[in-house]
């Protein structure tokens, strides 16, 4: 990704893609101190742009790592790389990190805080499984508790068992891993939260420990406004064989029918489908 054209927003300036850098001794590098926002374009708006913008400063205020941006700022920023780059449809990328600076042991107090916002096309997130249903493993690592990290800012150090898990299920020829908590619940996907369908009401993990994602808010309302129950609840694992259909939600993702988690298999059903539809237009309106 780092050598095409292009131009990338950081620190106030559109750079050229191939010189967006930063230095080697970079306080995020060596210790995750990195909250991001995975955004989509389509038509030329970004959905739910505000909200992007609003949950990457609540993520640096968790981290005690002030965002020196209002959300007005960021939006502009977001408008500039889109206009730059000339797309209409496309995935945004928002970073705000320590950089490199007084200091290089964990403090990094003195360390500016840092962002950049690049854009570029990006497809379906699971390719082909869009239609067909995703295949998932189950992650080996758990979601860690509230009180072990700040589990609802979208921080880069809450991706390194992502990364692993989702390695593992590369592996054996799956598209993603579901994790559990740290309590045994079932919990999100790698970046995706997940929704279950049985006897025509919706069961989706309650947002204690995982990331409470827009689009799965947004879901949610999609169910409610046509009067879909939906029971956000501490979900065990042993319940994944009662489920008839499973889907999972993101910015990125949007919503993708899942096909498989483990030995149980799902239906690409009808409800799903509606839903992954009515996303498609909901997003385009
Ligand atoms: N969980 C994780 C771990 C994620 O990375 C994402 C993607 N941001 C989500 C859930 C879904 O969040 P959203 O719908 O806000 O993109």
Known sequence: YDDRDGKIWMDDQLVDWRDANVHILTHALHYASSVFEGERLYDG????????SERLLKSGEMMDMPIPYT????EAAKRAVVEANGLTNAY??????????EDMGVSSARNPVRMAVAAWAWGDYYGDAKMQGAKLDIAKWKRPSP??????????????????????AEA???????FMDYRGYVAEATGANVFFVKDGEVHTPLPDAILNGLTRQTVIGMLKDRGIAVHERHIMPEELEGFEQCWLT???????????????TFEVGALTREIAESYEKLVRS
């Open 147 to 168: 009180e072990t990290i700040p589990t609802a800012a979208k921080a880069a150090g809450l991706y390194m068992i992502c990364t692993m898990s989702k390695h593992a």
């Open 45 to 52: 708006k970004i959905f739910l742009s505000r909200k992007h």
């Open 250 to 264: 993101g910015s990125a993702a949007e919503v993708t029918p899942v096909g498989q988690i483990g030995e149980h």
């Open 71 to 74: 959300v007005d700022e960021i």
């Open 172 to 178: 054996k020829g799956c598209s993603d891993a579901l």
């Open 92 to 101: 945004v990328r928002v970073v705000a990190w320590r950089g490199a600076g």
